[in-house]
């Protein structure tokens, strides 16, 4: 099974191992060629929904579709504060809240 640097097993655009055309995968275990998609769970229920499309097909003798993959962005959280001093003093206090 061919893999990337982090060890993640490439897959075609089909979401199938090469060497194992009759396995598929998915998720933040594979990696494909020429494609930098992050490991997020939006990423890996596309790419679900593109396996499991593509099992029925198979099942069925239909061609198999490549997975596509929308980007739809990422949601960031970020206090704005004009002195950063005071921000870091407010996480602080909320912190020691939380925690008691």
Sequence with gaps: MK???????????SM???DFPEVFAGGDC???KDSSLPPTAQVAYQQGQAIAHNLKALALGNDLKPASIN???TLLKQAI????VKQRSII???SLLVSR
């Design 16 to 18: 199938q191992l090469p």
């Design 92 to 94: 602080i206090r909320l």
């Design 3 to 13: 893999q990337s640097e982090s060890e993640a097993a490439f897959v075609s655009n």
């Design 71 to 73: 980007l739809r962005g």
């Design 30 to 32: 594979v990696s494909m």
């Design 81 to 84: 504060a004009p002195n950063p």
